[in-house]
């Protein structure tokens, strides 16, 4: 390697390790039973009607991807229009293979000699790893309270400011910020700097001040962009759908910076099909709010803090034991959580919310693992 040249925006990203796979910690730990509530994954699976359209597509599996990119975007414009009474078409959608696929699309497009990114700490990594990748330098203004600071990211603007990133519901905390407090801050937003509202999680917010970013997409503001993606209320983590909603200027010039053939046409077709299957997204709606209260109860009698969440996860704070110690001895109990060491809180940890045995089965393990002490 000495004789290489390297990049040397490559060399200061930290490499993203994802959440603990089941498999992996059936064979590190010797266990026939884990749960795996690291992640934020759906608890019920995949829509039966995804499955069936990916299943169906996969006779063509030998043909490189045609019409499924287009059909999804149509069926993206219709879905909108339909809900939102916007006027979008095919043009304002750009897919990507999951949403770390748009932020680097985002990063790749502005990000770039020298240029910064502004994001508030804790939040999704791969914000400040993809504005080193590309030569940014990514800066983080401190939380308020476990909700994202929008005041702290107006004061650092300036002229070098490129990107902002605002995860709502932001992902580790699980809060909010609301219409009202968004207005305020696109106000002190040149047109000059792209907002990216990253909305992964949005479907499960029932906050009713929870803000209609899309809103100023309609305004024609060519910097905004909304991010949203099939991974967390439609179940498809693996399948990696992601799709990025803008201007026509925007995705037109954003689609620079797409990979050809990112993705592939049965998992398209899978995606398009759960946009149909308004039963399966409403019962995973009913099942997380539920049994987000079952685990805020659990955690209240163990005397454990915890963010109210706005999202399919609840964050453990102020913990009686060190976090990784905790993980490790939930793990040897088939329980798998998410130290946050890796979202820049290492006194926390994530829990998402499961099925009903699966949020048994943790708290009676953290139960087990808090006496042990």
Known sequence: MQNLKLNPNLLTVPTYIGGKPIEEAQEEYGLTDVVKLGSNENPLGPSPL??????????????????????????????????????????????????????????????????????????????????????????????DNFRYNLRAIADAITERTR?????????????????????AFMLRVPPSVIVVFDESYCH????????????????????????????????????????????????????????????????????AAALDDDAHLQATQRLVRTEREFLYQGLTELDLSFVPSQTNFVLLINLPRDPQALTQALLRRGVIVRPMGGFAMSDAIRVTVGRHEENEKFLRAMREVLKAK
């Open 50 to 143: 995804a499955i069936a359209a990916f299943q169906a597509a996969l006779k063509d599996a030998h043909r490189y991807p045609g019409v499924a990119d287009r059909r999804l975007r149509q069926k993206l414009a219709t879905y909108y229009n339909a809900s939102l009474g916007t006027g979008f078409t095919e043009q304002n959608f750009l897919l990507g293979n999951g949403l770390g696929d748009i932020l680097r699309m985002i990063a790749h497009a502005f990000l770039f000699d020298g240029g910064e990114s502004i994001y508030c700490n804790p939040t999704f990594p791969l914000y400040p790893i993809f504005s080193k990748m590309f030569g940014a330098t990514p800066i983080a203004v401190p939380h």
């Open 163 to 183: 990107v902002i990133f605002i995860c709502n519901p932001n992902n580790p905390t699980g809060t909010i910020v609301t219409r009202a407090e968004i207005a």
């Open 204 to 271: 499960f917010v029932d906050d009713p001040n929870f803000p209609n970013a899309i809103e100023y997409v309609q305004e024609a503001r060519d910097h905004v962009l909304v991010l949203r993606g099939f991974s967390k209320i439609y179940g498809l983590a693996n399948l990696r759908v992601g799709y990025a909603l803008g201007t026509r200027a925007m995705i037109e010039y954003l689609a620079h910076a797409q990979i050809v053939f990112n993705t592939g046409d049965p998992i398209l077709y899978a995606a």
